[in-house]
């Protein structure tokens, strides 16, 4: 899959590609982002799928575990920083990631490879939740699926054309919202967290609308191009 031509530079500063060590089913995909990016972080054995496709990270960071002692060996010849945390910590791989590209100015935060395991799929949606929290733009990146998650109050626009499937989860409790533009719309209604009243919408007119009134919500959109581009800084209107 190819990405259009890159969008100006958003309003919250540079954007930071972190690779995790998840699938990457698209290698072209991948690499475009790569190429994007104003920081390249590699989390861990995520590194070798970069060197693979001849892309130079920025940093790699983690425990290495993962990583053969060859890739590392080239990596360090070529000059890449290399930081190394014990294997016994608090913290995984891809934590010790997104932070790293915080403290090096990122503004934007963009999890690839971030799909796979399911504990660690589960993990990355907590990460996206805690930048959420902290004010800081950020979302999972695949082919074929896009996710960030919202923190009341807040609003997204989404791009993707009508049909494409949407799906909205809550996130540690109930939530509440307003959809519009979706083939289900919904006025300020609850979502509560213990049940699937969000899943399987889809997209009736594009751009569509979702705003957060109360709670957390995970906005997953089966589009490798979503760029949630109406995520404001301010309180959600309407």
């Not at 861990?44 to 575990?65: E, S, T, Y």
């Not at 920083?81 to 100015?105: C, F, I, N, Q, Y």
């Not at 109050?153 to 307003?178: H, I, K, Q």
Request: net charge negative; charged share 20%; hydrophobic share 50%.
């Amino acid at each position: 899959m190819r990405l259009g031509p890159a969008p100006p530079q958003a309003p919250w500063g540079p954007v930071a590609v972190v690779f995790l060590a998840g699938a990457y089913e698209d290698v072209d995909y991948y690499a475009a982002w790569a190429a994007r990016a104003d920081l390249v972080v590699a989390a861990d054995g995520a590194a070798a799928f970069l060197v693979a496709q001849g892309i130079r990270p920025d940093v790699v960071i983690g425990d290495l575990d993962s990583l053969p002692a060859a890739t590392l060996e080239r990596l360090v010849g070529d000059g890449v920083e290399v930081v190394r945390h014990p294997v016994r910590k608090s913290e995984t791989d891809g934590e010790l990631a997104v932070a790293e590209a915080r403290r090096r100015g990122a503004g934007e935060v963009l999890l690839a490879g971030a799909l796979g395991a399911l504990d660690h799929t589960l993990g990355h949606l907590t990460i996206l939740r805690r930048l959420a929290a902290a004010g800081v733009a950020a979302r999972l990146v695949s082919p074929r699926l896009t996710v960030r998650v919202l923190v009341a109050p807040a609003e997204s626009y989404l791009d993707a054309p009508p049909s494409t499937r949407v799906s909205l989860v809550a996130l540690g409790g109930d939530a509440r919202v307003t959809l519009e533009g979706l083939e289900y719309p919904l006025a300020r209604q609850a979502l509560p967290c213990d049940t699937c009243l969000g899943l399987s919408n889809a997209v009736a007119l594009s751009p569509s609308r979702v705003v957060v009134h109360e709670g957390t919500v995970a906005v997953l959109v089966a589009s490798g191009e979503e760029a949630f581009g109406g995520l404001p800084t301010g309180p959600a209107a309407g």
